[in-house]
Structures are given as structure tokens and as C-alpha cells.
């Protein structure tokens, strides 16, 4: 590349017209990167499919939160159904001890029936988007998918 040093007004218009096709450069990169130059056909339809795409892996992402928060509420049933199934456990093999008499294992017992009956609430309320995820009721037509959880009829994502 070779440079020169033009003076004069020679000089003033060359460097005015270098700084008119930079800025005019500089724009026409800006407007195809944002997806806004509508005078170049081809530009508009792979800026639209660029929106497109970004869309969809927007509510993909969306998706997966929300299948993650669903995770989370069924861990958090789930782990509190099997601390009651150790409670259980831990109720059964007191009833064994031969020093326990009726009365103490009538007690122990009714405790049981009672952690029963608060296992059988847990799956009952354990639920995301209205859908009971732990009470057994998610099977057949009712079966756990992206789509139903989210209340679509569709399990894709974005198309």
C-alpha cells in the first residue's frame, strides 16, 4: 500500500471521501450483523431465520428451566416420601424388641398408620403445573412429557 501526502484542497476532499466510504462501510457491516438491511433480499431472509432460530433456542431455554424446577419439585417429594419410608423401618424394628408390650405396640402402630397416611398426602400434593407427579397418576394417556407439563399438545421445542 502506498501513501502520499496530498495537500491542499485535493488533500481535504481525498480524506473526506475515505472517511465517507468508512462510515458508509462501517453501516452497511452494522446493519447485516443486526438482521435490519432490507435493501439486500438474501440478508433479510438469513437475518429472519437468525431471529427464528434465536427464538427458539430462547424458549428451549425456557423449557429447560422449567424441567428443571419440575426435577426439583419431585426430588423434594421424593426425598421427603423416603425420609418417612425410613421412619417406617425404624418403627417396624421397634416393634420387634420383646420388651415392648400390646399397648407400646399399638402406639408404634398408630404412629406407622400416621406416617402412612402423610406418605400418601406427599404424592398426592407433590405436583408442578397441576399435574400430581408422584402419586402414580402419569402413566398410559396421562404419561409424563415436556408438552403436557407445560400445557401444549406438542413436545417439540421451538419448531
Request: hydrophobic fraction near 40%; aromatic fraction near 2%; proline fraction near 1%.
Amino acid at each position: 500500500m502506498v501513501i502520499s501526502a496530498i495537500s491542499g484542497a485535493a488533500g481535504v476532499q481525498a480524506q473526506q471521501s475515505i472517511g465517507n466510504a468508512d462510515n458508509k462501510l462501517r453501516a452497511a457491516i452494522a446493519s447485516i450483523v443486526s438482521g435490519k438491511r432490507s435493501d439486500d433480499v438474501a440478508n433479510v431472509a438469513i437475518a429472519s431465520q437468525l431471529q427464528s432460530t434465536t427464538s427458539a433456542l430462547r424458549q428451549a431455554s425456557g423449557n429447560l428451566a422449567l424441567g428443571s424446577s419440575l426435577s426439583q419439585v419431585a426430588d423434594g417429594g421424593a426425598g421427603q416420601i423416603e425420609n418417612a419410608l425410613n421412619q417406617l423401618k425404624s418403627l417396624a424394628e421397634q416393634s420387634r424388641s420383646p420388651v415392648l408390650n400390646d399397648a407400646n405396640r399399638q402406639q408404634l402402630n398408630e404412629q406407622f398408620q400416621q406416617t402412612l397416611a402423610s406418605i400418601d398426602q406427599l404424592a398426592k400434593s407433590t405436583n408442578f403445573n397441576g399435574k400430581n407427579l408422584l402419586d402414580g397418576s402419569l402413566t398410559g394417556g396421562n404419561a409424563l412429557s415436556l408438552g403436557s407439563l407445560l400445557g401444549s399438545k406438542d413436545d417439540s421445542l421451538g419448531s
